[in-house]
């Protein structure tokens, strides 16, 4: 007998046993492969059931949810994959921009960001330039138009990743072992933003205002970056592009009944050059930090620090610089306290064939492939956030 079915070895144990051994009288084998395709079959209508809903997390909670459901439950080793620092909140380093129109303070926050861009992958800066009002304005737009009633927002609602402005709930919701405790509105505003009428009323005057302040900040930053590669000031953002697309993922965590059994966002590094991230005060990410001797992995919290906005390096600036910069991993817990609301700005231009290659040369030693973010993006949504690296695909 052919058995064509995917695998899906945490519901497949969650199964009552006596359905299979009363019924299915054919090899072990076999039967557990029905017993996953029947589990299979069981999650995929649940999925489709609750995409169908077009309300997301936030219309499970709304409509008064106090279990989370089992397409949300995660592998309790995913869960658990290393323990949870409390004690090392200062890993992440807080990098002041104010000083940059000065030759020492340039090169002192040159200085920083390449430590930090080296190590850890993350660094929060401030005095970057972002106006308070600009950012709380951004956060509160995006609470508005979730918070909507789902009439509002289901027109919105999409997998079509020809349209420039996306509403969903977990983009990779039928392609990854377990769902995000999360919905997201994706934007996609440079090079070709979207018609004003795309974008929802209740963030309409204020997504491309941030938008093109955060491409603003997003080149001071590739200038500090390019610097600490020791390449000219213009050079990733001149040469490779790096500043030529723009992705917002607005992402709003709503409260969560059983947090211990799921996620906000499973971990994973960014489909980008770099990843700017408007976090508000409740909290939740995380980033995967390993000692100096690349042991024992722990958890650090990346804290919500007052007027901050969050920096990291993404897979694509990894590979441009042959390693030397590091994509971390990072995740964000689900929570009971909430609803958290966070803008993640994807430095990247979507479908872009412009050939991706590692430009520090170390002695001709390249490391990876020559790719397309196209071809990056197309991977990334096709495997979903499975906590396998995309680097890996390109990795020579
Ligand atoms: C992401 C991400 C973190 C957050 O969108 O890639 O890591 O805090 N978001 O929402
Ligand atoms: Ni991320």
């Not at 405790?181 to 070709?192: N, Q, V």
């Not at 209740?202 to 610097?227: D, H, I, K, N």
């Not at 969050?310 to 590091?326: A, E, H, M, P, T």
């Not at 994807?346 to 002695?363: E, Q």
Request: one cysteine or more; hydrophobic letters at 40%.
């Amino acid at each position: 007998m052919e058995c064509m079915i995917s695998k899906e070895p945490r519901l497949h144990r969650s199964l009552p046993h006596t359905h299979a051994q009363t019924e299915f009288k054919g090899s072990t084998h076999c039967r557990s492969q029905l017993q996953s395709s029947m589990a299979s079959d069981h999650r995929l209508g649940a999925l489709k059931a609750f995409d169908d809903t077009k309300a997301g997390v936030k219309g499970l909670v709304d409509a008064g949810a106090t279990v989370v459901p089992l397409i949300f439950h995660h592998a309790p080793e995913s869960l658990n994959d290393a323990p949870h620092h409390h004690d090392h909140q200062f890993a992440i380093p807080v990098i002041d921009l104010a000083g940059l129109a000065t030759p020492s303070g340039r090169a002192s926050a040159v200085g920083a960001v390449k430590a930090a861009a080296e190590t850890v992958g993350f660094f929060q800066v401030v005095n970057h330039g972002v106006p308070e009002a600009a950012m709380s304005a951004m956060l509160a737009g995006l609470r508005n138009f979730i918070e909507e009633p789902v009439e509002a927002k289901a027109p919105y609602y999409t997998r079509d990743h020809g349209r420039r402005v996306r509403y969903q709930s977990n983009f990779d919701l039928f392609q990854s072992p377990a769902a995000n405790w999360r919905d997201t509105l994706f934007m996609d505003m440079a090079p070709e933003p979207p018609a004003p009428e795309e974008i929802p009323p209740a963030c309409r005057a204020v997504v491309p205002e941030f938008a093109g302040l955060v491409q603003r900040l997003g080149s001071t930053l590739l200038g500090l970056l390019s610097e600490a590669l020791g390449l000219r000031r213009g050079h990733l953002e001149e040469d490779a592009a790096c500043l030529e697309g723009l992705s917002l993922a607005c992402h709003y965590y709503p409260t969560c009944p059983e947090p211990h059994l799921t996620l906000g966002t499973t971990k994973h590094s960014d489909p980008s050059f770099i990843t700017v991230l408007l976090q508000d005060a409740v909290g939740g990410l995380q980033v995967l930090v390993v000692d100096d001797d690349k042991q024992n992995p722990a958890w650090v919290d990346v804290p919500a620090v007052a007027g901050a906005l969050v920096v990291n390096v993404g897979d694509y600036l990894q590979l441009l610089s042959n390693d030397r910069f590091k994509s971390v991993e990072h995740r964000v817990v689900a929570k009971s306290a909430g609803p958290r609301v966070s803008v993640a700005c994807f430095f990247r231009t979507d479908g872009s064939t412009r050939v991706l290659a590692p430009i520090v040369a170390d002695g001709g030693n390249a490391r990876y492939r020559n790719t397309t973010v196209d071809e990056m993006v197309r991977h990334y949504r096709a495997k979903g956030l499975d906590g396998v690296s995309s680097l890996q695909y390109v990795r020579i």
